[in-house]
């Protein structure tokens, strides 16, 4: 199991002390573990799968499978129904246009109904583009910056 958990840390870029830290051992336990002096407890696996659900228990404790779960997680361009009130972009040039009219990027003038924390929003013109990005369905993206 050490060859696994030093496989687990490689792959998440973590130092002994990090996952120290993330699970609550000490880091001694976690150097003692990955030099061979002592097997984890099962409390130590516990709480390593519980600060890792995407990590397999399967894989940690007998080598079977893959590291991580295949769990179903939402992407960003997942729609779930019931969530919200989703309408569809129009699209020109194949472009998506701005969710939101310009107009209202506006701040009104005079509005008696406006709230206490309104004073911080942005206007149209205090607002300046600096990156776009296009995701696209084969899972790329395109990044555009203005010059």
């Known amino acids: 199991m050490k060859d696994r958990i030093i496989a687990f840390l490689q792959n998440e870029n973590k130092s002994n002390a990090q996952f120290a830290e993330e ?3 000490q ?3 976690i150097s003692h573990i990955i030099s061979g002096r002592n097997n984890p407890s099962l409390d130590f696996v516990i709480k390593m799968l519980h600060r890792y659900p995407s990590l397999s ?3 940690l404790l007998f080598g079977h499978g893959s590291m991580y779960k295949h769990l179903d997680q939402p992407t960003l361009f997942d729609e779930k129904p019931g969530n919200f009130d989703s309408k569809p972009v129009k699209e020109e040039s194949g472009i998506g246009v701005d969710p939101l009219p310009h107009s209202a990027l506006k701040e009104p003038e005079n509005n008696p109904e406006r709230e206490a924390g309104d004073d911080e929003r942005y206007t149209e013109t205090e607002r300046k583009l600096i990156r776009v990005l296009f ?3 084969d899972k ?6 203005p010059s």
């Open 27 to 29: 880091p001694s336990g």
């Open 23 to 25: 699970i609550g051992v």
């Open 57 to 59: 228990a399967d894989w």
């Open 135 to 137: 995701f696209y369905s």
């Open 140 to 145: 790329t993206f395109t990044e555009y910056l």
